[in-house]
């Protein structure tokens, strides 16, 4: 073999092995400092996107709220934070012990699946209290102020979804493979 064949082979080796030691961090990354929202209740794998349904999200909206309202509302959650707290402490050990447990000298399935498990019970309790939280804050309002936080949600919802088709544009996979291609006019 010439020396311009090694130096491309050797050149080709380093390249999939930087690729190969990306991908092998990348997943650890994801499955030691979270991943996808956990499954819930009813199957679902993926969280709520935003809006009204969305807790996490309508946090944001509570300024549309009278400073009375704002202050109940911010109050309820304001109960839970200690055991959110705590569960997030919680969440940060299981982590934590997820590494070690991936970073050990002999790789231990059932070890590494029953803390996944573990960690996913963690979030789909922390998941919960804030729900409770969320839902019996929400039920308390007066009927035109949850009206109206829910308007502003799905208001600002569309407004994201009209800058994100602006800046990218429809973007659609590949046509189906049993689907004729279109006329040629």
């Known amino acids: 073999m010439g020396r311009g064949v090694i130096i491309g082979l050797a050149a080709l080796l380093f390249v999939s092995l930087g690729l190969n030691i990306f991908a092998l961090g ?3 990354g994801r499955m030691i400092a979270g991943g996808p929202a956990p ?3 009813d199957g679902r794998r993926h969280g709520p996107r935003g809006g009204f349904e969305d807790p996490f999200k309508i946090m944001r909206y509570a300024e549309e709220l009278s400073p009375e309202l704002r202050a109940e509302f911010r109050g309820a959650f304001r109960e839970q934070l200690p ?3 705590q569960t997030h402490r919680e969440m940060g050990g299981l982590r934590r012990e997820l590494g070690v447990l991936m970073s050990a000298e002999e790789w231990d399935d059932a070890a590494i ?3 996944l498990d573990e960690i996913r019970s963690v979030q789909d309790r922390q998941y919960d209290a804030f729900n409770d939280a969320f839902i019996s804050a ?3 309002l007066p ?3 949850r009206k109206r ?4 949600a799905n208001e600002r919802r569309a407004e994201r ?3 994100w088709k602006e800046r990218h544009g429809e973007r659609r996979g590949p046509p189906p493979e049993d689907v004729p291609p279109p006329p040629e006019d």
């Open 138 to 140: 929400f039920k308390d």
């Open 26 to 28: 990348h997943m650890s």
């Open 83 to 85: 055991s959110m707290r």
């Open 39 to 41: 499954e819930h209740h």
């Open 143 to 145: 009927a035109a102020e």
């Open 161 to 163: 979804r009209k800058r």
């Open 149 to 152: 936080l829910i308007d502003t």
């Open 113 to 115: 699946d029953a803390k």
